[in-house]
C-alpha cells in the first residue's frame, strides 16, 4: 500500500454485490452469501480504517430490495440486527456511524438503537463509516428536496436560496464529502440507485471477484488503481 498513500481517496463507496453468485456457486442457498458477505464488510470496514480512509459508505439493503424472497430478507435483517448490537460494543474504536436511508422501515427497536448508535458515535473522527440501508439515491433527493419544500413553504427560504450546497447539506449525507471512487464488485458495471447525487465527480472501480471474496488485497488494486487516475473535474 505504501506506494498508493499519498493519493488515497478521502471517500470510498462499496457496492456489495455478489453474494448470491457466491453462494450459489457452491450450492449453497443465497442467504450464505449474504452471511459471508457481511464478513467480508467487516474486514473492509477494518481494513479501510488501518490504511487511513475518512469515509466508507457500504450499499447494504436498498429501497427495491423488499421485493427480495421473504426468507432472504430475514437473514439481511438478521446479520444488520447483529451488527448493530455489535458495534454498539466498541465505542471506543473511534469511528463515527451514519445510517444512510429511511429508518422507520426497520421497526421502532432498530431504529431507535440506529439513532442511539448515531448519536453516541457523534465525535468520534478517525472514520466515518455509513451503511446504506433502505437507501435510493433518488429516495435521497426526494427527501431533501420535501424538506426545502417546506422551508419555501414556510417562507425560511425563497427559491432563488435553492443552490448546489442547500441540497448537498440535506441529503443523508449532509456534511459528509462526495465520493471520490466507487467500487464494484461481481462484474456489474452500474450504479443501482447508490449515491447518484454524491458520486457526480466520482471514479469507478469495477472487478469480477464477487464480494464475499474482496479481499483487503482486491482493495489494494482498486486503491492503486484510483490513485493513476487523472480526476479533471470538467477542467482541462
Ligand atoms: C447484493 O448481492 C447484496 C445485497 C442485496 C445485500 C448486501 C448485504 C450484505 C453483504 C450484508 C451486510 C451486512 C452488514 C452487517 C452491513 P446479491 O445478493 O444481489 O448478489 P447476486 O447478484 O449474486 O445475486
Redesign the pocket.
Given at each position: 500500500m505504501s506506494e498508493t498513500t499519498d493519493r488515497l481517496p478521502v471517500h470510498i463507496g462499496f457496492?456489495?454485490?455478489?453474494?448470491?453468485?457466491?453462494?450459489?456457486k457452491r450450492g449453497l442457498p443465497?442467504k450464505f452469501?449474504?452471511?459471508?458477505?457481511?464478513s467480508?464488510?467487516?474486514k473492509i470496514a477494518r481494513y479501510c480504517k488501518k490504511i487511513g480512509i475518512k469515509y466508507v459508505t457500504?450499499?447494504?439493503?436498498?429501497t427495491e430490495?423488499w421485493s427480495?424472497p421473504k426468507d432472504?430478507i430475514d437473514e439481511?435483517m438478521k446479520?444488520?440486527g447483529?451488527?448493530?448490537d455489535e458495534v454498539g460494543e466498541y465505542a471506543e474504536e473511534n469511528t463515527r456511524l451514519i445510517f444512510l436511508g429511511d429508518k422507520s422501515a426497520f421497526g421502532k427497536e432498530m431504529a431507535d438503537k440506529m439513532s442511539e448508535l448515531e448519536r453516541d458515535s457523534r465525535d468520534f473522527d478517525e472514520m466515518t463509516l455509513m451503511?446504506a440501508?433502505n437507501y435510493g439515491g433518488r429516495d435521497d433527493i426526494v427527501h431533501a428536496t420535501r424538506q426545502i419544500a417546506a422551508m419555501v413553504e414556510n417562507k425560511e427560504i425563497r427559491h432563488t436560496d435553492v443552490d448546489e450546497a442547500l441540497i448537498s447539506g440535506l441529503l443523508y449525507t449532509g456534511g459528509i464529502p462526495d465520493a471520490d471512487l466507487i467500487i464494484r464488485p461481481?462484474g456489474?458495471k452500474r450504479l443501482s440507485n447508490f449515491l447518484i447525487w454524491q458520486s457526480a465527480y466520482a471514479e469507478f472501480y469495477f472487478t469480477d471477484v464477487?464480494?464475499?471474496d474482496f479481499t483487503p488485497k482486491e482493495l489494494d488494486k482498486a486503491l492503486e488503481d484510483f490513485a493513476s487516475r487523472k480526476r479533471r473535474f470538467g477542467g482541462v
Open positions: 457496492i456489495m454485490d455478489g453474494n448470491g453468485r457466491w453462494a450459489q443465497r452469501g449474504h452471511r459471508e458477505g457481511a467480508a464488510f467487516r457500504f450499499y447494504a439493503f436498498s430490495n427480495r432472504e439481511l446479520l444488520f447483529e451488527y448493530i451503511l440501508m461481481s456489474e464477487l464480494w464475499p
